[in-house]
Nanobody
């Protein structure tokens, strides 16, 4: 049974930091492209960052470059999103997506809420 579980969200003041975690099981994690998405109220779900199976490449949307860092630990079947210098516009539900080889849409977690507000 596939499980993808995000954690680490919460309320933080502007300029603060959070680290999101995504623990996965039920598939070969070390072969999967891992992605973080976010969805703000009333908006579409958008890709924030992704990381290849061996961590050889990472990609970020422009608005988070230099502030967010995606990483993974294949021994722990976990991917992380370190978020620094948070802004109110980063407020959203953050979702983890696991995309194994030959999978079209992959597996989604339930999401974790991040709220940046003073």
């Amino acid at each position: 049974q596939v499980q993808v579980v995000e954690s680490g969200g919460g309320l933080v003041q502007p300029g603060g930091s959070l680290r999101l975690s995504c623990a996965a099981s039920g598939f070969t994690f070390s072969s999967a492209l891992m992605r973080w998405y976010r969805q703000a109220p009333g908006k579409e779900r958008n890709l924030v960052a992704d990381i290849t199976s061996t961590s050889s490449r990472t990609n970020y949307i422009d608005s988070v470059k230099g502030r967010f860092t995606i990483s993974r630990d294949n021994a722990k079947n976990t991917v992380y999103l370190q978020m620094n210098s948070l802004k109110p516009e980063d407020t959203a539900v953050y979702y983890c997506n696991a995309l194994p080889p030959n999978s079209r849409s992959g597996y989604w977690g339930q999401g974790t809420q991040v709220t940046v507000s003073s």
